[in-house]
């Protein structure tokens, strides 16, 4: 797909992955709806966008509410005239173990509402949005790419039970989606980025971004524009589907 003059829909892109994938994208022409929930960030988005010289609109939505993505997604196709592209990137960590227990006494145990909250935004989050944006695709005659943001975690990983269950149902979303929606032309994608620096790594301790850092063939974190470029890879390459590209620098080797 050439981006130039279609309408790219990144959710999440206030900030972090989404903001560097709007920015890297605007390079070629692409118009873009950023949705997050900071109506601050979203505007500092936008004006990044626009200095790159694309087109951009903010709106300031929960990804969780059936109501509200419905909505934004008539909103953006009222304001675009079509939605072409799908970045479903807004996702959240609430880390912790399943249990703690000691003297084998289980003195805590992972609150439902800490699993429901990641859940809602990371799983059912990116079924609303991918929904609504199918459905202007297919009534729009759009032949469009829909990429779903999961992550190397998404094969288990401590501390992660939420986290990792939401990115593996991310991923069966993604092959399920891409072998439903062919027949319309649609494409559908997933990214499995490992450790990103992003603001919250770079204001861990020395010593734990070092031992990251370590862990990593290639000897450091991946930048975020190194997942733009995997974005621009899947909407180039017509013969890419349901399937998932990891970025993580060799660590799940």
């Not at 880390?95 to 084998?104: N, S």
């Not at 609504?132 to 990429?147: D, F, L, R, S, Y």
């Not at 301790?205 to 890879?233: C, F, N, Q, S, W």
Request: hydrophobic share 45%.
């Amino acid at each position: 797909m050439n981006v130039e003059n279609k309408t790219i829909v990144i959710t999440g892109g206030g900030q972090g992955l989404g903001r560097a994938m709007a920015v890297s994208l605007a390079e070629q022409g692409a118009n873009f709806a950023l949705i997050d929930l900071n109506e601050e960030l979203l505007s500092e988005s936008v004006a990044l966008v626009e200095q790159a010289g694309s087109t951009a609109k903010f709106y300031v939505a929960n990804v969780t509410n059936e109501e509200e993505v419905e909505s934004t997604f008539k909103q953006i196709k009222a304001d675009f005239g079509s939605i072409d592209v799908l970045v479903n990137n807004a996702g959240i960590l609430r880390d912790g173990m399943l249990l703690k227990a000691k003297d084998g006494e289980v003195v805590k145990k992972m609150p439902l509402s800490q699993f429901q909250s990641v859940i809602d935004v990371n799983l059912t989050g990116v079924f609303l949005c991918g929904r609504e944006a199918a459905v202007h695709m297919v009534e729009n005659g759009t032949k469009g790419v829909i990429i779903n943001m999961s992550s190397i975690a998404r094969n288990g990983n401590m501390g992660q039970t939420n986290y990792a269950a939401s990115k593996a149902g991310v991923v069966a979303m993604t092959v399920t989606w891409a072998r439903e929606l062919g027949r319309y032309g649609i494409r559908v994608g997933a990214i499995a980025p490992g450790v990103i620096r992003t603001a919250m790594t770079d204001a861990m301790k020395p010593e734990m971004r070092e031992r990251l850092e370590k862990m990593k063939p290639v000897g450091r974190l991946g930048e975020a524009d190194e997942i733009a470029h995997t974005v621009k890879y899947i909407l180039e390459n017509e013969f890419f589907t349901g399937r998932v590209v990891e970025i993580d620098g060799g660590l799940s080797m």
